[in-house]
Structures are given as C-alpha cells and as structure tokens.
C-alpha cells in the first residue's frame, strides 16, 4: 500500500515540477494526472500497489469532500449556521452513503437513505448546538 502511495505521490511532485518551470498556467496535480495517465497507457495495466491505493481512496472520497466543502463556505464568509449545517449534512450524508453501500440496495433506496440522513442532521443539529452552546 505504501508503494503505491509513494508512487502516486511522485507523479504529483513530477507534475508541480513541470506546472513551475515549464506551464505554469496548469495546476501541478493535474499535470501529474496526466502523467500518470500517460504512464499507465504506456504500461497498458494499473499496477496492483496503484490499484490498491486508488480503491481505498475512492472508498472513503466523501469523507474527503467534508472539510472542503466547510473550507469553501468559510472563505464565502458564509453564516456560521450554515458552515455548522453543512458540515454535519456532510458527515451524516457520508455515513449514510457508507451504510447503503455496504447493504448494497438499488440505487434509489440509496438515495432515500441519503436524503434521510440528510434531513435527520438538519432536524437534530439545532437541537444538539443548542443544548451544547
């Protein structure tokens, strides 16, 4: 696992190295993304330390997505309610993804849990910040 980490990681470094000396109007990681791609066309398979790493991260993607959206609202200068809304929508919309993925139902039934989740922290997180501040 740490192979494959140490790899993707590297492609991200080849990618700012260019993105700063050679096309600085491209982000580093993107162009790194490129050469990964390239790498792997050129391999004509994924690596299995690679595919490792990749399907770990995809599984937990959402949870990656929480601070970014709570980051985004914050540098709006968004309501603090609504920062606080969002990043319990977020956590709790995850976790419910996680749970439906893990049950493996039909795809609305994942969206319903998805929703419902979402629905259940906006009801209770006003009671909880109340309680607690």
Known sequence: MIHGLLQLLLFQALGEVLSAFAIPFIPGPLVGLVLLLAFL????RVPAAI???G???LQHLGLLFVPASV????????DEAQVRGTWAKSVTASIG????????PPPTLTA???????????M???VVVMRGG
Do not use: F, K, N
Not at 41 to 44: D, E, K, L, T, V
């Open 41 to 44: 066309g050129w391999r004509g």
């Open 51 to 53: 595919d490792q790493v």
């Open 97 to 104: 993804m996680g749970i439906a993925e893990r049950i493996q």
């Open 55 to 57: 399907s770990t991260i």
């Open 124 to 126: 209770v997180l006003p």
């Open 71 to 78: 980051g985004v609202l914050r540098e709006l200068s968004a």
């Open 112 to 122: 319903i849990v998805a929703v419902s989740t979402g629905v259940l922290s906006a």
